[in-house]
């Protein structure tokens, strides 16, 4: 990449620390809930929150899409005003549905926690979590505004402290109910959640309220004339967004709910199967998603990008962005997965005190570079528009985990679901790369990646070995201070030999 500034990257660099920082506080956050409800509590915490989530989505996942995507073609055309106009016709649409299925969830949670997730406890999470809907979603339109303006501090900030509120909150609550000699329950984790999005909002509104575009005027007007205009537009960006993730968001609803009851079978015990799946769920799962806040970050910035960049039908620009992004997601996936195999073990047994985190860590390792790569091929492929594709590719990859969960979960237990999360990535990440290729000429080697990337993990691990022979006291990994300095001398050990190995590799440095 250019040394130059440049608004993907600085938008990235922007975000990722951000992103990293959310998620240190995170797990924090998630070891304490642990250690008050216990891998049953996680579990059944688990068990609602696809429900949530596909209420959001629904809301406001596809005009999200379309008010960042619009947003960055208005702006790079020079018409700021209709930018605005756009998002604030946007945000009604999905303030309105957002109340609506918050109304639905809400009064629904009783048939909904009996009869289809087979738990009466999820009730009163439902009715928390239901009260979050249209707090999650304003902020959440208004992310995709300020990113579509390239500007990252304000998804940054809220970022930031929503996770910090929602700490704080908990700990709190947790405070009254020791006073008030009430046991700690799943119930928690969903207040905090309610009143981190309410903070949200309100700083969301707070900004937006004293934003003007660049000409210091109001669009209020130009949001009133364009109303029917912009209602379409948006329409016709969302509702296949909307529809696609409608749809995967109800088979991932429903593959929270059977999971555990498929684990009944083979542990023979629901609390067991609940007890397992919290741990996958919620504590192995979150760490291997911690270095996406990385890809995760760049992914949030390529969508306006491509869009802009496909707008102006600048095809160099979008095939150098493509090239740039898939060679830092897919040497990121290999070291990440290198990490959690060597140091993934001593990771579970530190943070969670259990030795199942670190089992399914070596197996969830192998998705590292797929899973990567899926989350940046789907934002370029819904800026060049490519959204039938993106859902095609999810729909196939959730087949595939659904496959594996009813004939694999019952005979192997929680390993068939892992088996099934690695096959699905692999699919995924290869169609999603299938597609790009058809769209856009580029430059991908994955063997001589695989082969750079390789070689300076293996080095570096080879350097660690030696130290750890001469300095015994590195191989105690099952505690803090040896841990961190092993780790922090093997990932800059990695760091070393990508810069040598990278200026001598002239063929691996693509421009933005």
């Known amino acids: 990449m250019k040394k130059n500034a440049h608004p993907l990257i600085k938008g990235t660099l922007l975000l990722t620390p951000a992103g990293l920082i959310s998620r240190i506080i995170g797990f924090y956050y998630k070891i304490f809930l642990v250690s008050l409800i216990g891998a049953e509590g996680i579990g059944i915490y688990q068990m609602v929150f696809p429900t949530y989530m596909l209420c959001v989505s629904l809301a406001s996942s596809g005009i999200q899409t379309a008010i960042s995507r619009f947003t960055a073609e208005k702006c790079s055309t020079g018409h700021p005003r209709e930018a605005r106009s756009l998002f604030l016709t946007g945000l009604s649409m999905a303030l309105t549905v957002s109340l609506l299925l918050s109304a639905l969830l809400f009064w629904g949670a009783k048939p909904l926690s009996a009869y289809l997730l087979g738990e009466p406890r999820c009730l009163s999470l439902l009715r928390l979590m239901a009260l979050s809907i249209p707090f999650e979603t304003l902020h959440t339109c208004a992310g995709g505004y300020f990113l579509g303006q390239r500007k990252t501090g304000f998804p940054a900030l809220s970022q930031l402290l929503e996770q910090a509120v929602r700490v704080l909150a908990t700990l709190l609550l947790y405070q009254i109910m020791l006073q008030e000699h009430i046991a700690p329950a799943p119930e928690l984790a969903a207040a905090g959640l309610l009143i981190a999005e309410m903070v949200a909002a309100l700083i969301t509104i707070t900004v937006l309220a004293f934003q003007k575009t660049p000409e210091g005027k109001d669009t209020v007007p130009a949001f009133r004339k364009n109303l029917e205009q912009n209602t379409r537009l948006i329409l016709k960006v969302a509702l296949p967004v909307t529809s696609n993730r409608l749809m995967l968001n109800v088979l991932q609803s429903v ?39 990385i890809t995760g970050s760049f992914s949030m910035m390529l969508l306006p990008t491509i869009s802009e960049a496909h707008a102006q039908k600048n095809d160099k620009k979008i095939a150098a962005t493509i090239q740039s992004s898939l060679l830092l997601c897919f040497f990121l996936g290999i070291i990440c997965m290198t990490a959690f195999l060597l140091f993934g073990s001593s990771a579970g047994q530190l943070l969670y005190r259990n030795d199942q985190v670190g089992a399914y860590l070596a197996t969830l390792a192998w998705i590292c570079p797929f899973l990567y790569l899926s989350t940046t091929n789907s934002s370029i492929l819904h800026g060049l528009g490519k959204t039938m594709n993106v859902f095609f590719h999810s729909l196939t990859g959730l087949l595939i985990r659904l496959l594996f969960s009813v004939f694999f979960i019952p005979y192997f237990g929680i390993r068939g679901c892992l088996w099934g999360l690695l096959v699905s990535q692999l699919a995924t990440a290869f169609l999603s790369l299938y597609t790009l290729r058809r769209s856009v000429s580029f430059s991908f080697r994955p063997g001589s990646l695989i082969l750079l990337s390789g070689g300076c993990v293996l080095a570096a691990t080879g350097f660690l070995k030696l130290l750890q022979f001469i300095f015994p006291i590195l191989q105690k990994t099952n505690q803090w201070p040896p841990f961190l300095l092993a780790t922090g001398i093997w990932g800059f050990s990695v760091l070393l030999f990508c810069s040598w190995l990278g200026r001598k590799w002239n063929s691996h440095r693509f421009t933005i």
């Open 255 to 293: 593959e929270a709910a059977m999971i555990p009851l498929l684990l009944q079978q083979y542990y023979g015990d629901f609390s067991t199967a609940l007890s397992v799946y919290g741990i996958f769920s919620g504590m192995a799962m979150p760490l291997i998603m911690f270095p996406s806040a």
